[in-house]
């Protein structure tokens, strides 16, 4: 499936199946948003690899505030 043009938000994008979520959206070409509550990290520098967008986020989506 192709995601050019979409935008995709992962939360957890900094390990596990959310990084590899993560980085298949970006190899199918979506631009991304990673959430993290451990802040920016090789999770993003690795998908922006395939040429789109992406954004990384610390913030702690357990917590409404």
Not at 2 to 13: E, L, P, R
Not at 16 to 22: E, L, V
């Amino acid at each position: 499936m192709d995601f050019k043009g979409k935008i995709a938000v992962v939360t957890g994008a900094s390990r596990g199946i959310g990084k590899r979520i993560t980085l298949d959206l970006a190899r199918r070409g979506a631009d991304v948003a990673l959430l993290s509550g451990q802040g920016p990290d090789a999770a993003a520098e690795e998908a922006s690899e395939f040429g789109g967008r992406t954004l990384s986020l610390s913030v702690d989506v357990s917590s409404a505030e």
